[in-house]
Nanobody, 124 residues
Framework: QVQLVESGGGLVQAGGSLRLSCAAS????????MGWFRQAPGKEREFVAA????????YYADSVKGRFTISRDNAKNTVFLQLNSLKAEDTGVYYC?????????????????WGQGTQVTVSS
């Protein structure tokens, strides 16, 4: 089992940056693909980015491509999401999630474990 704890959210002006972290407990962090999702009020949870177990391959939603960067440090059981050039529409609760299946997915239902989320608010 994996416990996930996000941090790094906050209030930032449009055009600013934040760095989110997700610390995982457990000995098997390196066996999970990791993803970041977000949910705005009244909207469905949506895929933001994902990274393979080894960290060698990353995936992004079109809406964040070129602005956000996902990375991981398996030695520290941590996955990161760097958010640059933030826009008001990036506002929401950001969740990290762990996927133990064989392939990376953008579907929330494929992820086995979730953190509690961290709020990101971008003021315009």
């Amino acid at each position: 089992q994996v416990q996930l704890v996000e941090s790094g959210g906050g209030l930032v002006q449009a055009g600013g940056s934040l760095r989110l972290s997700c610390a995982a407990s457990g000995r098997t962090f390196g066996s999970y693909h990791m993803g970041w999702f977000r949910q705005a009020p009244g909207k469905e949870r949506e895929f933001v980015a994902a990274i393979k177990r080894s960290g060698g391959t990353t995936y992004y939603a079109d809406s964040v491509k070129g602005r956000f960067t996902i990375s991981r440090d398996n030695a520290k059981n941590t996955v990161f999401l760097q958010l640059n050039s933030l826009k008001a529409e990036d506002t929401g609760v950001y969740y990290c999630a762990a996927d133990g299946s064989g392939t990376v997915s953008s579907a929330p239902s494929r992820y086995d474990y979730w953190g509690q989320g961290t709020q990101v608010t971008v003021s315009s």
